[in-house]
């Protein structure tokens, strides 16, 4: 086998590569010999076709079969050969098969770039010191009844935190405008399930009362063509039924799996949970900050069959999301690139810097860290012994689990050598994401634990917004 390598445009490489014909021919007869003792002919009796015929009839096809292994075989054997590194499958372009010539073939592929990783020291991260205060827990204990109150039905006029349903019909110019027009739909009223001024115009009204009332949507709103638009609603309110909190009694305690204890377990139980969410958030929190300015401490040239394949794992993370919300799917395919394309660099990059990270600094799995983790995905659940079983039995959710063990070790080897500064917080500054001014980010820091089960451990989910 031959050899040749061209740097066609920055990552970009193509190996030209030769096959000596006696290789190449060899394969096609020994495919021909072995296809001749199964193929039936007519007038032939069956393993007694001759070869001649068998490779008029299939030589060709054969041919082209064959070259497709060698090609795969042969690349592969050639990067190995001259330590090439690709960053994805390459194009396989036939140059030469015919009879009696050596074969010749092009591959054409990028190959990953060398991450020179930059001085950890300029790093700075703020670090908030939170704790779990008593008011903190009993302002999560109220959040807990409120997810499991009742309603009953009142006759009085609605007021906020009531759930109303309302008939309604909405007009923009005269015309019902899409999404315009619901029968029998329940809402809390003041808590943000519908546009404010949608609130203002039901508010104070009482069951079979009909208003009508123009509303403005906010300029924000996810339907563009009425972001900022004024319409006119007509609502018939249909009930109106008033919020019951549950009491904290031996039904309510065991419906989060205490079943001795009372009250002062079900506490216990509930900052256990609590500390766990905060001790994730604060992880994240100092894992962003690490990640945005790695991005920034680096330029590392990217290549285009990973942003490309990356930004297919982004529009397909979407159609799930809008699979799994009940909207309205369309194939990925049909998806434009362009508003993918920014995140998925961004992932594409700090993926690159992370691996030369831990390829660097050769970063194992701590053992004690996998069990850690492990325990702690297993915490929520009834038998979390099971669980840790689960994931140590399985060979694939096992290396997930290492990966993420991985990445955190990385991460606290470059925040053993940033500098950190660490200040007072609240917890639910921390927890609401109001604790750093620039916490929000399109870039998931947690991009890589997608895969991490989640469990209803009693705290608040945000309702949906909707209308």
């Known amino acids: 086998m031959h050899i040749s390598i061209e740097t066609t445009s920055g990552l970009e490489r193509r190996l030209k590569i030769t096959v000596p014909s006696e290789e190449f021919e060899s394969r096609i007869s020994q495919r021909l010999t072995e296809a001749r003792g199964r193929v039936a002919l007519p007038g032939f009796r069956p393993g007694k076709v001759p070869l001649k015929e068998v490779r008029r009839r299939f030589g060709q096809g054969v041919r082209v079969e064959v070259a497709g292994e060698f090609m795969q075989k042969t690349f592969t054997d050639a990067v190995q050969q001259e330590s090439l590194f690709p960053a994805g499958q390459p194009n396989l372009e036939v140059v030469k098969m015919d009879p009696g010539i050596d074969f010749e073939f092009t591959a054409t592929f990028e190959v990953m770039p060398k991450v020179h990783l930059g001085d950890f020291s300029k790093i700075a991260v703020k670090k908030p010191l939170a704790e779990i205060a008593s008011e903190d827990l009993e302002q999560m204990l109220m959040r807990l009844r409120e997810q499991r109150k009742t309603f009953v039905a009142v006759d009085r006029p609605c007021a906020d935190g009531d759930k109303v349903t309302v008939d309604f019909e909405g007009r923009k110019d005269g015309e019902v405008f899409e999404g315009g027009k619901g029968e029998g739909v329940a809402f809390e009223l003041g808590r943000g399930q519908m546009i404010e001024a949608f609130d203002t115009g039901v508010r104070g009204a009482s069951a079979g009362e009909t208003r009508t009332f ?13 972001a900022g638009q004024t319409v006119q609603f007509t609502v018939t309110v249909k009930t109106i039924e008033e919020s ?6 031996d039904e309510f305690i065991a419906a989060f799996g205490v079943k001795e204890g009372g009250i002062e377990a079900l506490r216990k139980e509930v900052q256990t949970s609590m500390q766990r969410e905060l001790d994730a958030k604060l992880r994240s929190m100092m894992k962003k900050q690490v990640l945005d300015q790695l991005d920034g401490l680096h330029d590392v040239q990217l290549p285009n069959t990973m942003i490309k394949r990356e930004i297919e794992n982004l529009k397909e993370r979407l159609m799930g999301q809008m699979r799994m919300y009940g909207g309205r799917t369309q194939s990925a395919l049909n998806l434009p690139d362009a508003p993918f394309e920014k995140e998925a660099q961004s992932r594409v990059k700090l993926g690159l810097i992370m691996n030369a990270v831990i390829e660097t600094h050769d970063v194992r799995p701590d053992p004690d860290k996998v069990t850690a983790r492990l325990t702690e995905l297993a915490s929520g659940y009834e038998d979390p012994a099971s669980v840790i079983q689960y994931y140590r039995s399985d060979a694939e959710q096992l290396r997930q689990i290492e990966q993420v063990v991985i990445e955190d070790q990385a991460i606290d080897l470059i925040l053993g050598r ?17 604790v750093l001014p620039d916490e929000d980010s399109d870039l998931d820091p947690d991009r890589s634990h997608d895969r991490d089960h989640n469990h209803d451990d009693g705290h608040v989910h945000d309702d949906d917004r909707s209308q």
């Open 214 to 226: 123009d509303a403005t949507f906010p300029e924000d709103y996810r339907a563009k063509e009425l």
């Open 244 to 249: 019951r909190l549950p009491e904290i009694d």
């Open 418 to 434: 940033a500098e950190v500064e660490d200040f007072p917080a609240r917890y639910a500054d921390v927890m609401s994401g109001k």
